[in-house]
């Protein structure tokens, strides 16, 4: 493996054009990680993620909020109402710079301002079009509005988020955007690779939907093939059901039997034997390997009893160090904090530190998600403001001075240093 630091980003000299709102900008923030020239194309109010919290020191500001900085760390920012003809003849100009669009309009929102793909294919034929919609660009759903608990509902997430019979618990954030905008780089990057071979654009497709099913491990199969449903028994087994298990200052997951493997429950054992768990040697003997008897009551109360009492007097750090060099499966259950304080990222370099001179401190984000031997990658530079680089796109773009002044001041786009001169 190269130990040199990496020279060269692997997407340079991609241009990207994003226009999406809640949805697809982690997309384009893929795409900048990687060296990807990206220009943001927001409306001249505002994307509506900057009022989207939290805020940096709790203080609400269109500049200060945290998702905002975090997706659209790196990318170049125009904003532009393209509902104007003249905005949307810029928008078209930017079509013509750009090697790949990225938007998340409703089903024939681009169509009806006369902007589909195939008029921006005449602008581009390289053009790569994708777009990230609730159930995609066909189908009977085709115009249903969406939101992330619908899009994990009916994408099947939600109800394997359950166990038993108990309520479906919805993941934090919106889990099922992300997927979506995950499968929609991988689409985008396989489209550029052949545009590049080929010099044709094309439409990519992406449903959240659909995106959201392809997550579901093998519960599809499962459901298909032995008519067995995947949803969480993780409170039906000792062992299994008591994976969370509360401690000293927060919970522990512990996994003493995994697919029906006996010798994690034996391993399991000895720890607690090891550590001279009151009662530990109630959790021994073959009835144990048993699924059934581990759903018994009394499997139940022994094993609450025996460990959970043992937990309880413990920390997480303890608990973690100790069971591990037994070889126990168990981890803490992370929070915020304690993520950030963990010494493995820290030792690789994880977190990355952006300082923001408009609000005096540093931000602090999470770092690649994967490392190339040979390529480069970043978390890329302070978060624009509004219309911060609208001037310079424009003027990449051939405008002249008199014309971006006109353009800010009937309101087709917004100039960032025209607020307090015009």
């Known amino acids: 493996m190269n130990q040199e630091e990496p020279k060269d980003f692997a997407l340079e000299g991609v241009k990207v054009l994003d226009i999406t709102g809640e949805v697809g900008l982690y997309t384009a923030k893929l795409f ?44 170049r920012a125009i904003a532009l109402d393209v509902n104007r003809p003249k905005g949307r003849e810029i928008f078209l100009k930017l079509c013509g710079w750009a090697d790949l669009l990225l938007e998340s309009f409703s089903p024939g929102y681009l169509d009806k301002l006369d902007l589909s793909h195939r008029k921006l294919n005449e602008v581009n034929t390289k053009l790569v079009h994708t777009a990230i919609t609730p159930f995609g660009s066909t189908g009977p759903y085709r115009d249903y509005p969406t939101s992330d608990m619908v899009s994990a509902a009916l994408g099947g997430f939600l109800y394997l988020g ?23 780089a991988v689409g985008s990057i396989a489209a550029l690779f052949h545009a590049g071979n080929t010099g044709e654009g094309q439409f990519v497709d992406i449903s959240i939907q659909e995106s959201v099913a392809t997550a579901l491990e093998n519960a599809i199969q499962y459901q298909d093939l ?31 039997v995994a697919w029906g493997n006996s010798h994690m429950w034996d391993t399991f054992v000895n720890w607690m034997k090891d550590i001279r768990a009151e009662g530990a040697e109630l959790l021994e003997g073959e009835k144990w390997y048993s699924p059934e008897y581990r759903r018994t009551d009394e499997a139940f109360e022994i094993y609450e009893r025996v460990v959970g009492e043992y937990m309880k007097k413990h920390d997480m750090a303890s608990l973690y160090e100790d069971g591990q060099e037994h070889r126990v499966a168990i981890t803490p259950v992370a929070d915020g904090k304690s993520l950030w304080a963990n010494p493995h990222f820290h030792e690789r370099g994880f977190w990355e530190s952006v300082y923001h001179e408009n609000l005096d401190g540093d931000i602090i984000f999470p770092g690649a998600p994967y490392r190339l031997g040979e390529c480069r990658w970043q978390v890329g530079e302070v978060a624009p403001t509004l219309g911060q680089h609208t001037r310079e796109i424009l003027e990449n773009l051939e405008y002249t001075e008199d014309e971006i002044e006109t353009l800010h001041k009937e309101g087709v786009v917004y100039v960032e240093e025209f607020e307090e001169t015009i």
């Not at 359950?162 to 929609?184: C, F, I, L, W």
């Not at 062992?239 to 003493?256: E, I, N, Q, R, T």
């Open 32 to 75: 900048i990680g990687l060296g990807a020239d990206v220009i943001y194309v927001e409306p001249i109010d505002g994307s509506p993620v900057r009022e989207m919290g939290p805020f940096h020191k709790d203080r609400p500001d269109r500049e200060g909020g945290l998702q905002f900085l975090y997706y659209n760390a790196g990318k």
């Open 226 to 256: 032995e008519g067995v449903c995947r949803r969480g028994h993780s409170m039906e087994e000792a062992g299994v059901g008591f994976g969370l298990v509360p401690c000293k200052d927060g919970y522990v997951c512990v996994a003493a």
């Open 162 to 184: 359950g166990t038993g019979n108990r309520k479906s618990v919805r993941a934090p954030d919106n889990q099922s955007y992300r997927m979506a905008e995950a499968h929609a």
